[in-house]
């Protein structure tokens, strides 16, 4: 599956960087295709968010490990800035 492309969000793609940390956990992958575009966009702001390349490192490292775990939103994110109120782009 590594030359496959991966659904992004709602409104953001789906950077490389994230793509290669989700292509290295199968477990991962499959809950990252089970959930949502809107899931997807608030792991992608998420991690598009981070003002620091070392703190981009780590939410993508906790974008995997949250999806690992079952996890369906990233954890403590107040959610992506880019949605209306009505959840939609």
């Known amino acids: 599956m590594s030359g496959e492309a991966l659904p992004g969000g709602a ?3 789906l ?3 994230l793509r290669v940390e989700l292509l290295g956990s199968s ?10 575009p809107l899931a997807r966009n608030e ?16 939410r993508i490292r906790r974008t995997r490990e949250e999806l690992e ?3 369906r939103r990233p ?7 880019h949605r209306e109120r009505t959840g939609k782009p």
Request: some cysteine; hydrophobic content about 35%.
């Open 11 to 13: 409104v953001h793609e």
């Open 15 to 17: 950077p490389e960087d």
């Open 27 to 36: 477990t991962a992958l499959d809950a990252w295709l089970d959930i949502t």
């Open 43 to 58: 792991f992608i702001c998420w991690v598009e968010d981070a003002k620091r390349q070392q703190t981009r490192e780590r």
């Open 69 to 71: 775990e079952g996890m």
């Open 75 to 81: 954890c403590c994110w107040p959610g992506c800035s």
